[in-house]
């Protein structure tokens, strides 16, 4: 487990600048519609106690409030996210929540609490992936849900035809996440996780989106891509000449009728804490089994 000093280390790898705001938004354009689905599945409902993770610039947290019409709790590194955050919570009606705006593991949650807990792209940033889902079942009350929607296999990420450099590009993509500890395809491996954590798996539902040049998927990737050139060309094996390149075959693709972009495999998992029970002993002597 690492220690308070390890975690104090932790820095959030796009920050909360300008351009990653704009670029949170067209992402929420696209991938709003895939998070009330799962609102929907979970049947998030008026008076349901819920929890938000990381809700960046808010697009979704804003939906939960309206389905529990209610507010919602949050937990929020970016100071400058909270606060926007919390201002435009106040436009609704709904009332206010709670936000610790700290990372996940200092904030204080309380015991047995949630009914509902949700995160989206936070877990595939997070060193410790453990300790992160033990502080959410305990913040659950049992039988209440965790749903996470983050990568699952990030080597889903590809464009055809496919630019010589890509390989490079995916493993200095990789090496740029688990530089903080994270794992960009970190859903892939979470059911193990689940179980030690207390957590049954219920639900796993898995989105593979593909589009070609003008669609809000490839415009989507395009400004990712563009958002971390210069840092992931410091990162081998990719290099400043290999990112030039790859802009360059990347927006020749633009042009390109037959090109395409595969969007990096999201999974969304549902899962449940699990009710305390006498499963683990012997119904007759009350002897543990
Ligand atoms: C990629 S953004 C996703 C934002 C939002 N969930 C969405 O889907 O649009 C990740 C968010 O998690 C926040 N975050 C990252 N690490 C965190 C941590 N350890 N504790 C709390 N928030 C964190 C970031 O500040 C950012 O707002």
């Known amino acids: 487990m690492k220690s308070r000093r390890d975690r104090s280390q932790y820095q959030y790898v796009l920050g909360d600048s300008q351009s990653e705001s704009r670029r949170l938004d067209l992402q929420a354009q696209l991938w709003d519609p895939i998070a009330h689905a799962l609102f929907d599945r979970v049947q998030v409902k008026p008076g349901m106690k819920v929890l938000e993770i990381g809700p960046g610039r808010g697009s979704v947290h804003l939906e939960l409030r309206k389905r529990v019409h209610g507010p919602v709790d949050f937990v929020e590194r970016s100071p400058v996210f909270a606060e926007a955050l919390r201002m435009r919570c106040m436009e609704d009606g709904l009332g206010t929540g709670t936000l610790w705006c700290s990372d996940l593991l200092d904030s204080r949650l309380p015991d047995a609490e949630y009914d509902f807990i949700y995160t989206r792209w936070v877990f595939c940033f997070l060193p410790d992936v453990e300790a992160h889902l033990r502080k959410l079942a305990a913040a659950l009350r049992p039988g209440g849900c965790l749903a996470i929607q983050d990568y699952s296999h990030r080597e889903s990420f590809a464009l055809f035809p496919r630019p010589a450099e890509w390989a490079d590009f995916l493993a200095a993509d990789r090496a740029f996440f688990a530089a903080q500890g994270g794992d960009i ?46 840092r992931l060309a410091d990162i081998l094996p990719l290099t400043l000449v290999k990112a030039a390149a790859l802009e360059a075959a990347w927006r020749e693709a633009a042009n390109d009728p037959l090109a395409r972009i595969a969007a ?26």
């Not at 593979?208 to 989507?220: L, Q």
């Open 264 to 289: 990096p495999a999201v999974v969304d998992l549902i899962t449940v804490r699990h009710e305390p029970s006498i499963g683990t002993q012997d119904r007759e002597t009350g002897l543990g089994t």
């Open 185 to 230: 395809s970190v859903a892939g491996g979470l059911p193990s996780r689940f179980r030690t954590a207390g957590l049954l798996l219920t639900d796993a539902t898995h989105t593979h989106m593909v589009g070609g040049p003008g669609s809000a998927v490839w415009d989507w990737l395009w400004q990712y891509f563009l958002s971390v050139r210069d």
